[in-house]
């Protein structure tokens, strides 16, 4: 165990709307100083700034507006890195505020600025204090949560485990006898549909959410737990392991980092229809989308964007970036490679998506 990833929900860190718990906090802090000690690098996704400005206006339920949603998060995040700062201090840590953006990573080289960024801090021996830039970003504030947030910075980071701490004790079994599942071996949609959402009035995502980053944890061979984050000196008990809450446990065989961020990084630009023989080729033989393939095309890209690639059903099946314009491939749509030759004689490669470019979904 070398780097581990926490993820603190808003109920773990304040005792009500806008009031921090800074006993919470510095017991954290005196945790992630015993990890340092250790040798296990600790990076901390931590929610909370728009509880604490809604706190600061005396407000006593989540906005519905994005504008005052972001007011609320604009306010809140300096109060948020004071308190990790004030917690982390006495222990001669310091922290090191960095705000993403779904948007931001979809990009490749500021995706790589980040993880560079990351690594910097923790070889300057800081603690990364990472939150969503909800002030500025309208997707993540509206549809995103820190859950999902802490997966993709265990999958930025290459982490060895990903917490993540809330009021939520672990994924209940709630078809059968009602106590919490210690270990799931792989999320399936059996395992899928245990998942509840939330109704905090500060809280965004639920077991759902904690599932689905739970998934991408795990295709970044990473191992994810989901425990109470209120219990006594939670993170060293997962980190010396013993058994706890819910474990998920890591992909024996991870994707790569491309791959990784095709698959959970980024929105699809359109999509590309192909034929079945099309599918077989790329889900069983790992084959790169050939033109002969392709029988449709959705949506306005250009070559390099990601798009989606869909059967017949019209469902995602892969994903990856295409060497074409929308309307280039409505132009090679079931065309040979010698037709695609006299299109194009000078290319050398003739791919609609390449097999290294490309991540089954």
Not at 8 to 18: D, F
Not at 220 to 237: M, Q, V, W, Y
Not at 245 to 272: D, E
């Amino acid at each position: 165990m070398k780097r581990v990833v926490i993820k603190l929900g808003t109920g773990i860190l304040t005792t009500g709307i806008g009031k921090v718990d800074t006993d919470r906090i510095n017991a954290i802090c005196s945790q992630v100083e015993e990890l340092r000690k250790r040798g296990i690098e600790t990076l901390i996704v931590s929610s909370g700034a728009v509880g604490m400005g809604m706190g600061a206006l005396d407000l006593q339920s989540r906005p519905k507006t994005l504008a005052k949603q972001q007011a609320c998060a604009a306010i809140g995040q300096s109060r948020l890195i004071q308190c990790w700062q004030d917690g982390l201090q006495p222990h001669g840590l310091v922290a090191g505020q960095i705000l993403l953006t779904h948007e931001g990573l979809r990009i490749r080289n500021r995706y790589v600025n980040a993880k560079a960024t990351i690594e910097q801090l923790l070889a300057y021996g800081c603690v990364p204090i990472l939150n969503e830039n909800d002030s500025v970003s309208n997707f993540e504030i509206r549809f995103g949560n820190n859950d999902l947030l802490g997966a993709m910075v265990a999958s930025l980071s290459d982490a060895d485990q990903y917490q993540i701490l809330s009021t939520a004790p672990g994924l209940i079994d709630m078809d059968g006898d009602g106590q919490i599942i210690p270990v799931v071996e792989e999320i399936t949609p059996e395992i899928q549909s245990l998942a509840k959402g939330t109704n905090s009035p500060t809280a965004v995502g639920g077991m759902v959410s904690k599932l689905e980053a739970a998934k991408l944890a795990a295709e970044s061979g990473c191992e994810t737990f989901i425990a109470d984050g209120s219990d006594e000196n939670i993170i060293l008990r997962i980190i010396d392991g013993e058994t706890i809450g819910t474990r998920f446990k890591a992909s024996a065989s991870p994707m790569g980092s491309k791959k990784r961020w095709l698959a959970y990084f980024q929105r699809a630009s359109g999509s590309i229809e192909i034929d079945q023989g099309a599918c077989n080729a790329i889900i069983q033989r790992g084959s790169s989308l050939l033109a002969a393939g392709i029988t449709g095309v959705q949506g306005h890209f250009k070559a390099g964007d990601v798009v989606d690639i869909v059967n017949t059903k019209g469902e995602a099946i892969a994903r990856g970036e295409t060497s074409f314009s929308n309307s280039e491939i409505e132009t090679i749509a079931n065309k040979g490679a010698e037709e695609l030759n006299e299109l194009y004689p000078d290319r050398k490669r003739l791919e609609a998506v390449h097999r290294d470019a490309l991540v089954l979904l």
